[in-house]
């Protein structure tokens, strides 16, 4: 099993929930977060700079079995594509179990 956690910009969010859905994973968390990333300019509004240093983004934790890895990894990457600096990050890492509380399930089972 695999943990897949992944930083998008918050317009995308509903271009990559669909994707996800198109590719059978229909199980995700996610919360509103601020980062810091690379970009370094303001905007300006009406005179004012604004300063764009703190960036906020969506953070999706997803958890799938090995043979869903490498399409759910693709959906996101397809889906919160636009090109520009602050796109994003993924993060993969290795999940030894998971258990479902209910059922008292594991393994694959137990996420699914």
Known sequence: MKKIEAIIRKSRFSDVKKALHQVEVNFF????????????QGHVYRGITYSTSDIQRRYLSIVVSDEFLERTVK???ES???GHVGDGKIFVSEITEAYRIRTKENGHAGIN
């Open 80 to 82: 919160a594509y636009t």
């Open 29 to 40: 968390s996610y919360w509103d977060v601020t980062g810091v990333g690379n970009e370094k």
């Open 75 to 77: 959906a996101i990457l």
